[in-house]
């Protein structure tokens, strides 16, 4: 559940990267594709895809006009996210707890993370605070659904 719970935080700061996470970790046979529409990670247009959307939402992240990540319809994305992400990794016949811990995760990070992102805002200003909030973001998530890409076996279960 470990890994649920760390995929949920991802999800927190940034609603498209444990998508891209997952998509990455899909195609190098980290994660089952067992979940719904999983099977589509398996194209590689549509894990090229999954990334894009998740640079795309990086950039916008940087954009003065860009809403708070708490914005209802952010929530809702991460709350999408995060379940299918925290699903993904999660031990075999607890995708469910998996999905529900990872909410839980993305929700609640969501707001400490708006509130550690405006006081580095404040401090840095917005394109150096939200570049280090990226590679923390998608560095951390590829290395929860992709632990072997770090040479990292102790987060690996059998699926």
């Not at 444990?18 to 998509?23: E, G, Q, S, W």
């Not at 607890?94 to 990070?109: C, D, K, M």
């Not at 993370?113 to 570049?131: D, E, F, H, V």
Request: charged share 15%.
């Amino acid at each position: 559940m470990l890994r649920s719970l760390l995929m949920g935080l991802v999800a927190g700061q940034r609603g498209i990267t444990p998508l891209a996470a997952i998509a990455v970790a899909t195609q190098r046979g980290e994660v089952r594709a067992n979940l719904p529409l999983q099977q589509l990670m398996l194209n590689p247009v549509v894990a090229a895809g999954t990334l894009a959307f998740a640079a795309a939402e990086m950039g916008g992240d940087k954009m003065k006009s860009a809403p708070d990540r708490t914005v209802p319809i952010g929530l809702a994305v991460r709350a999408i996210t995060s379940a299918y992400a925290g699903a993904a990794v999660a031990p075999r016949n607890q995708q469910v707890a998996g999905a529900a811990v990872a909410i839980g995760a993305a929700l609640l990070s969501s707001y400490i993370g708006l509130r550690l992102r405006k006081a580095a805002i404040a401090r840095y200003g917005q394109m150096s605070s939200g570049l280090v909030e990226d590679a923390i973001v998608m560095g951390s998530g590829m290395a929860i659904a992709n632990p072997r890409l770090m040479g990292v076996r102790a987060l690996t279960h059998q699926r």
